[in-house]
């Protein structure tokens, strides 16, 4: 009974045969691979800190201090680029010219209240701090792959 259920070698072979493409060997055919799949993802650098980034993503940073809401700021150091079966790994970071990944300021807000309490026993030494963080939201646009990179 159990043997009904087990797949054979022969269709096991064929899916294989089926799935599998050519590894491409120049960036440009990469790329195309790349557009053709139905979801992409980069990594980016944004404020000095590597994020993974989709379409449509709410991302969370420090404090960006010269934007203002509604700002469209276009990311530049993008490490790597990718689908579910196809990644492209920049050294160290993949061009401009290439992908094209652009991220609307939604707000500035602060993050929750930090209470530091500090005290030196003995000595009557007692200060509580309070503060918040501020953060910048960034909504992610789509993530753009070039065609023609020399146009």
Do not use: C
Request: glycine letters at 4%; hydrophobic letters at 35%; aromatic letters at 4%.
């Amino acid at each position: 009974m159990a043997s009904l259920f087990r797949p054979t070698l022969r269709a096991v072979a064929t899916r294989a045969l089926h799935t599998q493409t050519a590894a491409p060997t120049t960036t440009p055919s990469a790329l195309s691979l790349i557009r053709t799949q139905p979801s992409h993802y980069v990594v980016a650098s944004v404020a000095g800190r590597k994020y993974l980034l989709t379409p449509r993503d709410l991302l969370t940073v420090p404090r960006l201090k010269d934007v203002k809401v509604g700002d469209v700021l276009k990311l530049s150091d993008i490490h790597e680029l990718g689908s579910r079966e196809f990644t492209i790994r920049g050294n160290p970071t993949i061009p401009p010219e290439q992908v094209r990944v652009e991220a609307t300021v939604v707000e500035h807000t602060k993050g929750k209240m930090e209470v530091i309490f500090k005290k030196k026993r003995r000595k009557g030494y007692e200060r509580t701090i309070r503060h918040k963080q501020t953060y910048t939201r960034l909504r992610i646009g789509p993530i753009d792959i070039v065609e023609n990179p020399s146009s």
